[in-house]
């Protein structure tokens, strides 16, 4: 009995674990979704697409005027690309897609 009182009473003068993270600014387990690894093969080809036209667009101001018939040819993308990330064409015109809308489209507004 008198061991767990004082274990109680130690507990007490412990800092509370929520004031605690309240106090921490920076959240250790908090990672950036760009940065974070990716759990599909689709995934992986999105973060790489992304990657790509970033450049492409700080190397060229015209890439985010681009229509996406004009991204697509830009980014340059064949058919060793489809191998090497083993999607089908339908899969990989998606990922494209999505990366239009993220680098060029919002770039717009």
Known sequence: M???SKSLAQM????????????????P???PWDQMKPRTVYEKAVQDFTETAQQLARLNQHFLQAS??????????????????????PT?????????????LDQRR
């Open 29 to 31: 387990l908090c990672i």
């Open 92 to 104: 990989v015109e998606r990922a494209l897609l999505e990366v239009y809308q993220t680098v060029v």
């Open 68 to 89: 996406f018939a004009e991204f697509e040819m830009l980014m340059g993308l064949d058919d060793e690309v489809l191998k090497r990330y083993g999607l089908p064409k």
């Open 2 to 4: 008198a061991s767990t």
């Open 12 to 27: 007490n003068k412990s800092p509370d674990v929520g004031q605690a993270t309240k106090k921490r600014k920076s959240c």
